[in-house]
T-cell receptor
Framework: QKEVEQNSGPLSVPEGAIASLNCTYS??????FFWYRQYSGKSPELIMS????GDKEDGRFTAQLNKASQYVSLLIRDSQPSDSATYLC??????????FGAGTTVTVRA | SAVISQKPSRDICQRGTSLTIQCQVD?????MFWYRQQPGQSLTLIAT?????????ESGFVIDKFPISRPNLTFSTLTVSNMSPEDSSIYLC??????????FGQGTRLTVV
């Protein structure tokens, strides 16, 4: 069983729509959760971190965490063509190490 | 967040040779990590670079193939030894200063021919 699983892509959404990305993790003791955005040929860029159950909003991005269900999601509202990228879900355990999901590629159609 | 400088940004190397990648941070950080991202894949942790001691390698990675140095709290190197085409990947340095958020260097795109 993979430690971190993301919904398979690619995900194509029209400009202005909501893109919804999902992630589940296997280690119930995980404490920290992150979403990274990676443009083609670039390194991952941190866009959201979440540590407690509930929602966390930052601009057009909302992260949701449900530790009981071992589930974390990312919503991108009012999607823009510049949001077209691969989004990586990452989970950190007590040893500082990050486990990454396979990534979901999002394409925003103009 | 820390500013991370990684070099070289890319290189094309002959099989059988070695390449050393450098990672420099503008502030002291507790943890430094090296990741590999193979074409079309996600990130896989190679090892944790420990300051003043031997690196801690993940399953499937060994010191003879990927020797790592970390002489101080701001600098680390990763060497890819005796390279083969299967080593063609992006190699990424990551830092984490307070067990909160991890940030990445620009990456090194390695092609082995």
């Amino acid at each position: 069983q993979k430690e971190v699983e993301q919904n398979s892509g690619p995900l194509s959404v029209p400009e202005g729509a909501i893109a919804s990305l999902n992630c589940t993790y296997s280690d119930r003791g995980s404490q920290s959760f992150f979403w990274y955005r990676q443009y083609s040929g670039k390194s991952p860029e941190l866009i959201m971190s979440i540590y407690s159950n509930g929602d966390k909003e930052d601009g057009r991005f909302t992260a949701q965490l449900n530790k009981a269900s071992q589930y974390v999601s990312l919503l991108i509202r009012d999607s823009q063509p510049s949001d077209s990228a691969t989004y990586l879900c990452a989970v950190k355990n007590g040893d500082y190490k990050l486990s990454f999901g396979a990534g979901t590629t999002v394409t925003v159609r103009a | 967040s820390a500013v991370i400088s990684q070099k070289p940004s890319r290189d094309i190397c002959q099989r059988g040779t070695s390449l050393t990648i450098q990672c420099q941070v503008d502030s002291q950080v507790t943890m430094m990590f090296w990741y590999r991202q193979q074409p079309g894949q996600s990130l896989t942790l190679i090892a944790t670079a420990n300051q003043g001691s031997e690196a801690t390698y993940e399953s499937g990675f060994v010191i003879d193939k990927f020797p790592i140095s970390r002489p101080n709290l701001t600098f680390s190197t990763l060497t890819v030894s005796n390279m083969s085409p299967e080593d063609s990947s992006i190699y990424l340095c990551s830092v984490d200063s307070a067990n909160t958020e991890a940030f990445f260097g620009q990456g090194t795109r390695l092609t082995v021919v």
